[in-house]
């Protein structure tokens, strides 16, 4: 027996359409990599809902027996005590590989004229918290102890390092991913806090 026309037609009408998903799928793969790999893309940059909005006003206990540079003992986290100068404030951990390596950068960043930095110290113990401080240096103007991540979730923090710039008036100014470098330092964090 021989296939009708109609018959024939709609072989072909069903062969195609086994096509479209595969087709849409690969014109989605094709968008995704253009944006993914465009040139001049910051791989560091992470969105934030937080930009332009008022940080956080979670305080933090501090971290019980760490003592800044003069030997008093360093003050709480608590965005309402940040006197109205602009803060960087810094997640970290002990715990945190890269944190270690963006520490000689924060230390020399807390040395600077008009910077302040505020530490968060996320889920770690207060014994390594002092440990890693203890042997690397304390760069926090103002350090809490975020046990339960409560505060990093409050933050936007999707891991640890990150850091934000918060302005003068409280507001959420930028957001740095993953460790510091001394380019993100130069072109987004400085100009953000000394006006420079």
Not at 65 to 80: E, I, K, Q, V
């Amino acid at each position: 027996m021989s296939e009708t026309t109609s018959e024939t037609k709609a072989k072909k009408k069903t062969n195609l359409a086994v096509f479209i998903p595969f087709a849409a799928f690969a014109a989605l793969a094709v968008v995704f990599a253009v944006l993914m790999f465009r040139p001049g893309r910051d791989i560091t940059e992470v969105p934030s809902m937080l930009i332009g909005k008022t940080a956080p006003e979670i305080a933090l206990p501090a971290i019980e027996g760490l003592t800044g540079r003069d030997g008093a003992p360093t003050p709480a986290f608590d965005p309402a005590q940040f006197g109205g100068k602009p803060v960087l404030v810094n997640v970290w951990a002990s715990w945190c590989v890269p944190c270690r390596q963006e520490h000689p950068l924060l230390m020399a960043l807390a040395e600077q004229a008009g910077v302040t930095v505020a530490g968060l110290n996320y889920k770690d113990k207060t014994e390594n918290a002092l440990g890693f401080l203890g042997r690397l240096g304390n760069p926090y103007a103002y350090a809490g102890a975020d046990n339960s991540g409560r505060a990093a979730i409050e933050w936007g923090v999707y891991g640890v390092p990150e850091s934000f710039v918060v302005g003068a008036d409280g507001t959420i100014l930028y957001k740095h991913t993953g460790p510091l470098t001394p380019e993100a330092i130069e072109t987004e964090i400085l100009p953000r806090m000394t006006g420079e």
